[in-house]
Protein backbone atom coordinates (compact mmCIF):
# COMPACT_ATOMS: atom_id res chain seq x y z
CA UNK A 1 0.00 0.00 0.00
CA UNK A 2 1.28 3.58 -0.94
CA UNK A 3 0.18 6.91 0.42
CA UNK A 4 -0.35 10.26 -1.61
CA UNK A 5 -1.03 13.62 -0.93
CA UNK A 6 -1.52 15.96 -3.59
CA UNK A 7 -0.87 20.05 -3.32
CA UNK A 8 -0.77 22.94 -5.42
CA UNK A 9 -4.13 23.52 -6.57
CA UNK A 10 -5.52 26.98 -6.87
CA UNK A 11 -7.46 29.60 -8.28
CA UNK A 12 -5.43 31.04 -11.70
CA UNK A 13 -5.99 32.84 -14.78
CA UNK A 14 -6.10 31.55 -18.21
CA UNK A 15 -2.85 31.17 -19.87
CA UNK A 16 -1.42 30.86 -16.47
CA UNK A 17 0.77 28.31 -14.87
CA UNK A 18 0.30 25.58 -11.60
CA UNK A 19 2.60 23.03 -10.37
CA UNK A 20 0.61 20.01 -8.77
CA UNK A 21 3.14 17.97 -6.65
CA UNK A 22 1.95 14.49 -5.00
CA UNK A 23 4.04 13.18 -1.82
CA UNK A 24 4.57 9.33 -1.93
CA UNK A 25 4.86 7.06 0.94
CA UNK A 26 3.89 3.35 2.06
CA UNK A 27 5.60 0.36 0.08
CA UNK A 28 7.18 2.67 -3.07
CA UNK A 29 8.98 -0.10 -4.82
CA UNK A 30 5.90 -1.85 -5.42
CA UNK A 31 4.24 1.03 -8.00
CA UNK A 32 4.74 0.06 -11.59
CA UNK A 33 3.16 3.62 -12.75
CA UNK A 34 1.59 6.87 -11.68
CA UNK A 35 -0.96 8.94 -12.94
CA UNK A 36 -2.58 12.35 -12.66
CA UNK A 37 -6.15 12.41 -12.77
CA UNK A 38 -9.02 14.65 -13.28
CA UNK A 39 -12.82 15.19 -12.55
CA UNK A 40 -15.20 18.18 -13.37
CA UNK A 41 -18.28 18.61 -12.63
CA UNK A 42 -20.82 16.27 -13.99
CA UNK A 43 -18.01 14.58 -15.99
CA UNK A 44 -16.26 11.28 -15.89
CA UNK A 45 -12.85 11.29 -14.16
CA UNK A 46 -10.02 11.08 -16.48
CA UNK A 47 -6.51 10.02 -16.49
CA UNK A 48 -4.52 13.04 -18.11
CA UNK A 49 -0.74 12.21 -17.39
CA UNK A 50 0.93 9.26 -16.37
CA UNK A 51 4.92 7.82 -15.72
CA UNK A 52 5.80 4.55 -15.37
CA UNK A 53 8.94 3.17 -13.71
CA UNK A 54 11.24 3.61 -16.97
CA UNK A 55 10.46 7.20 -17.47
CA UNK A 56 7.99 6.85 -20.21
CA UNK A 57 5.24 9.24 -20.24
CA UNK A 58 1.63 9.04 -22.12
CA UNK A 59 -0.96 12.77 -21.69
CA UNK A 60 -4.11 13.06 -23.28
CA UNK A 61 -4.15 14.78 -26.51
CA UNK A 62 -6.38 17.39 -24.81
CA UNK A 63 -2.87 18.63 -22.44
CA UNK A 64 -0.25 17.63 -24.65
CA UNK A 65 2.30 20.59 -25.21
CA UNK A 66 1.01 22.33 -22.09
CA UNK A 67 1.42 19.61 -19.40
CA UNK A 68 4.19 17.49 -18.16
CA UNK A 69 4.34 14.61 -15.60
CA UNK A 70 8.14 14.49 -14.02
CA UNK A 71 9.10 12.73 -11.11
CA UNK A 72 11.45 13.77 -8.27
CA UNK A 73 15.51 12.94 -8.01
CA UNK A 74 14.40 9.79 -5.81
CA UNK A 75 12.51 7.71 -8.19
CA UNK A 76 8.09 7.89 -6.79
CA UNK A 77 9.48 9.83 -4.02
CA UNK A 78 7.84 12.90 -5.43
CA UNK A 79 5.48 12.89 -8.54
CA UNK A 80 4.68 16.51 -10.46
CA UNK A 81 2.19 17.70 -13.17
CA UNK A 82 3.34 21.20 -14.38
CA UNK A 83 0.42 22.64 -16.05
CA UNK A 84 1.15 25.86 -18.65
CA UNK A 85 -0.93 28.07 -20.99
CA UNK A 86 -4.09 26.82 -18.11
CA UNK A 87 -7.38 27.07 -19.83
CA UNK A 88 -10.79 27.36 -18.08
CA UNK A 89 -11.79 23.65 -19.24
CA UNK A 90 -8.70 22.54 -17.03
CA UNK A 91 -10.46 23.05 -13.69
CA UNK A 92 -11.31 20.32 -12.16
CA UNK A 93 -9.99 18.31 -9.01
CA UNK A 94 -7.13 16.92 -9.75
CA UNK A 95 -6.25 13.31 -8.18
CA UNK A 96 -2.52 11.50 -7.98
CA UNK A 97 -2.66 7.35 -8.34
CA UNK A 98 -0.37 4.53 -8.31
CA UNK A 99 -0.63 1.45 -10.06
CA UNK A 100 1.20 -0.99 -7.80
CA UNK A 101 0.41 -4.17 -10.06
CA UNK A 102 -3.02 -5.19 -9.65
CA UNK A 103 -4.32 -4.27 -12.35
CA UNK A 104 -4.93 -0.47 -12.54
CA UNK A 105 -4.73 2.26 -10.26
CA UNK A 106 -5.99 1.62 -7.25
CA UNK A 107 -4.04 3.60 -4.66
CA UNK A 108 -5.35 7.34 -4.60
CA UNK A 109 -4.94 10.69 -2.83
CA UNK A 110 -7.32 12.85 -1.71
CA UNK A 111 -7.78 15.28 -4.65
CA UNK A 112 -6.46 18.83 -5.05
CA UNK A 113 -8.43 21.74 -6.72
CA UNK A 114 -7.92 23.66 -9.83
CA UNK A 115 -9.93 26.42 -11.20
CA UNK A 116 -8.86 28.46 -13.94
CA UNK A 117 -10.48 31.91 -14.40
CA UNK A 118 -11.21 33.21 -17.78
Known amino acids: QVQLVESGGGLVQAGGSLRLSCAVS????????MGWYRQAPGKERELVAA????????YVDSVKGRFTISRGSSTWNTVYLQMNRLKPEDTAVYYC???????????WGQGTQVTVSS
Open 97 to 107: AADVGRGGYDN
Open 51 to 58: ISRRGETN
Open 26 to 33: GIRFSINS
